[in-house]
């Protein structure tokens, strides 16, 4: 308990103060409460939208989980390919980086002509997020084996599969886990992204509702939401980080 304490306090203790500070100036008169609302009344919003904002929250993160899901295969698929072939990195590689340039968010519309205001656009959004950070993760993830380990193995008369298996992919986790923490921060921005152009359910087009309506405090509340949700997933990450790479220690 006192080592999560010292680890976490100060970043609560933070927390806490800003919350009292924005309190206190916000319902000091100082502010208009139309343009910057006080914590308390963004309470107040999520406690009365509570059962609306959780059916949302519901389509997020389902998009969420399911877009990071086929990202994690994908990502570690084409991580391996890269690596082990030459000419695909070559071929492959500055087209990976080069897709980066491009802004997701300028990929939504077609993606919604594409395949409508479904599930399917909002997933592929959340692959589009993803799928680099883990890719890059798990191809230079795999060239960190320790080069006697692998040497063993070849005097050995492995194959290059069982060299994969048992020396570079255990290697790999930790980067790979890293590619996934950073990919688990853009998840729900992929989702809330490409409900916020077009869909008929989710915090995205709830906040884009609220945006239009004037309702500063609500929009506050589902900004909350969609942070809260993206912490909960980067803490199960960390989480299974943690049982999985248990070995480290």
């Given at each position: 308990?006192?080592?999560?304490?010292?680890?976490?306090?100060?970043?609560?203790?933070?927390?806490?103060?800003?919350?009292?500070?924005?309190?206190?100036?916000?319902?000091?008169?100082?502010?208009?409460?139309?343009?910057?609302?006080?914590?308390?009344?963004?309470?107040?919003?999520?406690?009365?939208?509570?059962?609306?904002?959780?059916?949302?929250?519901?389509?997020?993160?389902?998009?969420?989980?399911?877009?990071?899901?086929?990202?994690?295969?994908?990502?570690?698929?084409?991580?391996?390919?890269?690596?082990?072939?030459?000419?695909?990195?070559?071929?492959?590689?500055?087209?990976?980086?080069?897709?980066?340039?491009?802004?997701?968010?300028?990929?939504?519309?077609?993606?919604l002509i594409w395949f409508g205001f479904g599930l399917q656009p909002k997933v592929i959004m959340?692959?589009?997020?993803?799928?680099?950070?883990?890719?890059i993760a798990v191809a230079d993830g795999l060239n960190t084996a320790d080069s006697q380990l692998?040497?063993?193995?070849?005097?050995?008369?492995?194959?290059?599969?069982?060299?994969?298996?048992?020396?570079?992919?255990?290697?790999?986790?930790?980067?790979?886990?890293?590619?996934?923490?950073?990919?688990?921060?853009?998840?729900?921005?992929?989702?809330?992204?490409?409900?916020?152009?077009?869909?008929?359910?989710?915090?995205?087009?709830?906040?884009?509702?609220?945006?239009?309506?004037?309702?500063?405090?609500?929009?506050?509340?589902?900004?909350?939401?969609?942070?809260?949700?993206?912490?909960?997933?980067?803490?199960?990450?960390?989480?299974?980080?943690?049982?999985?790479?248990?070995?480290?220690?």
């Amino acid at each position: 308990m006192m080592k999560r304490l010292r680890a976490y306090g100060p970043a609560l203790l933070v927390i806490c103060l800003v919350l009292a500070v924005w309190q206190i100036y916000a319902t000091s008169g100082l502010s208009n409460p139309a343009n910057l609302p006080a914590p308390s009344h963004i309470y107040q919003a999520l406690v009365i939208q509570r059962a609306v904002i959780w059916d949302n929250s519901l389509q997020t993160i389902a998009e969420t989980l399911i877009g990071l899901a086929l990202a994690v295969m994908l990502g570690g698929f084409f991580g391996v390919i890269i690596f082990l072939s030459a000419m695909l990195r070559k071929a492959f590689y500055p087209l990976l980086v080069a897709s980066q340039t491009v802004p997701l968010i300028a990929l939504a519309p077609l993606l919604l002509i594409w395949f409508g205001f479904g599930l399917q656009p909002k997933v592929i959004m959340v692959v589009l997020y993803c799928f680099f950070p883990i890719t890059i993760a798990v191809a230079d993830g795999l060239n960190t084996a320790d080069s006697q380990l692998i040497d063993v193995l070849k005097s050995m008369r492995a194959s290059r599969w069982q060299t994969l298996r048992t020396v570079r992919i255990p290697a790999a986790a930790p980067a790979f886990f890293s590619g996934l923490k950073i990919s688990a921060t853009y998840a729900v921005t992929g989702a809330v992204v490409g409900e916020y152009v077009g869909a008929s359910q989710g915090l995205g087009i709830y906040l884009q509702t609220a945006a239009h309506s004037d309702s500063i405090n609500l929009v506050f509340a589902l900004i909350t939401v969609i942070v809260l949700v993206s912490l909960a997933l980067v803490g199960t990450v960390l989480l299974l980080e943690k049982h999985f790479l248990a070995w480290r220690a």
